[in-house]
């Protein structure tokens, strides 16, 4: 069920409320948006992500300000949104997106060591599906560098635009095409650390992503 | 010269603050993030946005919560992220992406109806570069239905990371293959609207978008 915080208002018939729809959107994206608060000023950063069950983890070195404050327990928006396509229509004033997001609503906990080590791996996972065990586990030093924040999945909802333009009746006519574009995500061909140690190819798991049909696989 | 609250302050390499920067960043994204407080609780949703000159400007219905406490003049972020790469690394904890982000802090105003207008051009001419030309433009009811928020780009800087995983030395021998899988916004061919009148063509501008090369063109 929504909380009153996290029931769509605007356009209501596009919030979506159940955690299977969330949790599909949630594990599609790479980068998130956490949103909080310092000396009244709202601040919007970019971070990775990684949804392990009801709870969503982010990551931040142990000397960053964002870090420290969101650990205090304060207030945190985390927003992922995918963007699906350019709507095209007759009139200006009806083109859109095409695009889900979800908006978490919450606050921060840093977790212990074990979930740290659990989100680690779900975060370079995330990335590429079976990475985590092709690299060198994180070591003391760097677990130690390394704080991990978890937001809960309680108040949480999706907002989803699918479909084609909506346009006035009046304007079906117009001699303008109208539609969709789609939009995806597109892997290129891997570029190789020019520190590589002669003879070592992309993984399969490597390979699979960047040769994926557009949208991660995984 | 970056404010206090703008200077990037993790990887302080990585801020960029001349605005021929910022403003490559903001001008091809295509969904900015903004974040706003109210009751205490910061909100990050996702919206269109298109620059002109010194100004960003983002649009929403005149009926909407988050366009009427904006336009109050409250303090705003505004959020641009482009997603470069994935950066693999031969150890986990130096797993990254590669992004060029834009963070805006101010506040909004809501502009006069000649600066509406010519927001509203520039949004649908950040969609389809041509589009402006081809479609019908508002008329006084839309006009009225929808408010136009401005922010000035004073306080604002870049944030950008590029190149290849930095592994520690001792990694370096490592067996596994590290480097970056480029990323891009991939457009597929043009659906149109099932109710598009027979015989109507993509227009060249539409084209030219969905065919492009990957990171629309214009």
New interface residues.
């Given amino acids: 069920m929504p909380s009153k915080?996290t029931r769509v208002?605007?356009a209501p018939a596009r919030g979506i409320y159940d955690r299977e729809t969330i949790d599909a959107i949630l594990d599609e994206g790479?980068?998130a948006?956490?949103?909080?608060?310092e000396g009244?000023?709202?601040?919007?950063?970019?971070t990775?992500y990684a949804r392990v069950g009801d709870v969503v983890y982010v990551h931040?070195?142990a000397?960053?300000?964002?870090v420290r404050e969101l650990s205090g327990g304060i207030?945190?928006?985390?927003?992922v949104?995918l963007?699906d396509?350019?709507v095209?229509?007759?009139?200006?004033?009806n083109?859109s997106?095409n695009?889900r997001?979800v908006?978490v609503?919450g606050t921060c906990r840093r977790v212990g060591p074990r979930e740290t080590e659990e989100a680690?791996?779900a975060?370079?996972e995330r990335?590429?599906p079976g990475?985590?065990d092709?690299?060198?586990?994180?070591?003391r030093k760097?677990l130690k560098a390394?704080h991990v924040l978890g937001m809960d999945l309680e108040e949480c909802s999706a907002k989803v635009r699918g479909g084609?333009?909506v346009?006035d009746a009046a304007?079906?006519?117009?001699?303008?095409?109208?539609?969709?574009?789609?939009?995806?995500?597109?892997?290129?061909?891997?570029?190789?650390?020019?520190?590589?140690?002669e003879g070592?190819?992309?993984?399969e798991a490597?390979e699979a992503?960047?040769s994926g049909p557009?949208r991660r696989p995984g």
Wanted: glycine letters at 8%; proline letters at 11%.
């Fill in positions: 915080r208002r605007r790479l980068v948006h956490l949103g909080f608060v009244g000023q709202p601040y919007v950063i970019p990775l931040g070195s000397a960053s300000r964002a207030a945190a928006c985390l927003t949104t963007v396509g350019i095209l229509a007759r009139s200006a004033f083109h997106m695009y997001s908006v609503l680690l791996e975060f370079t990335l590429v990475r985590w092709e690299v060198r586990a994180p070591n760097e390394t084609p333009p346009d304007d079906h006519d117009l001699p303008v095409w109208a539609g969709e574009i789609p939009l995806r995500t597109a892997a290129g061909t891997p570029v190789p650390d020019p520190k590589l140690a070592i190819q992309p993984s490597v992503w960047s557009g």
